[in-house]
T-cell receptor
Framework: NAGVTQTPKFQVLKTGQSMTLQCAQD?????MYWYRQDPGMGLRLIYY???????DKGEVPNGYNVSRLNKREFSLRLESAAPSQTSVYFC????????????FGAGTRLSVL | GDSVTQMEGPVTLSEEAFLTINCTYTATGYPSLFWYVQYPGEGLQLLLK?????DKGSNKGFEATYRKETTSFHLEKGSVQVSDSAVYFC???????????FGSGTRLQVQP
């Protein structure tokens, strides 16, 4: 079972470059999420998608955009990367929002120089 | 807003020692409470959960009881193993019911 798959696993960018983080799930889940993990701060929600065709901002959306391409895929785009976006990014999915178990990918470690 | 507070780490224990990781939360309504575990190089995975007051979640020898009167959800295990070394996150469903609010995580190191 693949579960939640994130690509790439590692990425180094220069300030101002753009990139897209990819996420796909094969569990037929309705809801998908993007978090970032920083030392001492736990995970913070960037964007989420409660269902196909909808996206909403989370706690720290500035500097990011998302696309819910279809039910399986939810991508995160950095248009102009900044050093403050150096972090580990996790994608997750769940059957529905609220009280449901979330399943996480292995993460993307991003460094912005 | 909702928040979760965990004890600072790292917690270093010898194998077979008793483990407690404290977690307290603030939230309106009746949130669900979770413990997630992150092993080195991996994503988070659910360890246990509780959905209402006085519920006890348990899995792999770990337990936590939803205490509404003290707004706590402390994680316990009677005898830890080296393989339990990981980062443990306490989490709650947020007021807007959108996603999870996580604590900052507690790193556990178990020495043989």
């Amino acid at each position: 079972n693949a579960g939640v798959t994130q690509t790439p696993k590692f990425q180094v960018l220069k300030t101002g470059q753009s990139m897209t983080l990819q996420c796909a799930q094969d569990m037929n889940h309705n809801s998908m999420y993007w978090y970032r993990q920083d030392p001492g701060m736990g995970l913070r929600l960037i964007y989420y998608s409660a269902s196909e065709g909808t996206t909403d901002k989370g706690e720290v959306p500035n500097g990011y955009n998302v696309s819910r391409l279809n039910k399986r895929e939810f991508s995160l785009r950095l248009e102009s990367a900044a050093p403050s976006q150096t972090s580990v990014y996790f994608c997750a999915s769940s059957e529905a929002a609220h009280r449901n178990i979330q399943y996480f990918g292995a993460g993307t470690r991003l460094s912005v120089l | 807003g909702d928040s979760v507070t965990q004890m600072e780490g790292p917690v270093t224990l010898s194998e077979e020692a008793f483990l407690t990781i404290n977690c307290t939360y603030t939230a309106t309504g009746y949130p669900s409470l979770f413990w997630y575990v992150q092993y080195p190089g991996e994503g988070l995975q659910l360890l246990l959960k509780a959905t209402k007051a006085d519920d006890k979640g348990s899995n792999k020898g770990f337990e936590a009881t939803y205490r509404k009167e003290t707004t706590s959800f402390h994680l316990e295990k009677g005898s830890v193993q080296v393989s339990d070394s990981a980062v443990y996150f306490c989490a709650t469903t947020d007021t807007g019911r959108r996603a999870l609010t996580f604590g900052s995580g507690t790193r556990l190191q178990v020495q043989p």
